[in-house]
């Protein structure tokens, strides 16, 4: 069991529970204006239930989320973002190749708009080596979710 407290899992679960009538709701609006009113709220919406999901480890239905989010994404740090939450939630189910593949996607994308001295670019080498079981000298690598 992932909480010492049965109340802990209880509190998950319900805002989970919430979070999805919400997320249904707003999905409802963005499919009925044909993708063309994609309410603010949104990607906080979605990185919170992904964060949950996580917390409790339903790391499936966090991927099917961060496949959902990265058809409104139109900003490339964004979608590094993405790319990096996809690696580390693929390390935390322990698909090494698919975590690996997604920390080199948002790497590409991080050259590419030149963003190579973040704490995002970092965590992505950092998870390659990791699970290559090469750490690097620096190691600054934190089990961190970019929201």
């Given at each position: 069991m992932l909480f010492k407290y049965k109340e802990s899992a209880i509190a998950y679960?319900?805002?989970i529970r919430i979070l999805e009538m919400v997320q249904l709701i707003?999905?409802?609006?963005?499919?009925?204006?044909?993708g063309n009113n994609i309410p603010t709220h949104?990607?906080?919406?979605i990185s919170e239930l992904e964060r949950l999901?996580?917390?409790?480890g339903r790391y499936t239905e966090a991927l099917v989320l961060t496949d959902k989010v990265l058809k409104y994404i139109t900003v490339e740090e964004g979608r590094a973002c993405v790319?990096?939450?996809?690696?580390?939630i693929y390390r935390l189910m322990g698909n090494k190749e698919a975590a690996i593949k997604s920390a080199k996607r948002a790497i590409s994308i991080l050259?590419?708009?030149e963003l190579q001295d973040g704490a995002m670019y970092s965590n992505c080498l950092e998870i390659i080596a990791d699970i290559k079981g090469t750490p690097r000298k620096n190691n600054l690598f934190e089990e961190t979710y970019y929201f």
């Amino acid at each position: 069991m992932l909480f010492k407290y049965k109340e802990s899992a209880i509190a998950y679960q319900e805002a989970i529970r919430i979070l999805e009538m919400v997320q249904l709701i707003t999905e409802a609006v963005i499919v009925f204006s044909n993708g063309n009113n994609i309410p603010t709220h949104y990607g906080g919406l979605i990185s919170e239930l992904e964060r949950l999901y996580i917390g409790v480890g339903r790391y499936t239905e966090a991927l099917v989320l961060t496949d959902k989010v990265l058809k409104y994404i139109t900003v490339e740090e964004g979608r590094a973002c993405v790319y990096n939450n996809k690696a580390y939630i693929y390390r935390l189910m322990g698909n090494k190749e698919a975590a690996i593949k997604s920390a080199k996607r948002a790497i590409s994308i991080l050259k590419k708009i030149e963003l190579q001295d973040g704490a995002m670019y970092s965590n992505c080498l950092e998870i390659i080596a990791d699970i290559k079981g090469t750490p690097r000298k620096n190691n600054l690598f934190e089990e961190t979710y970019y929201f």
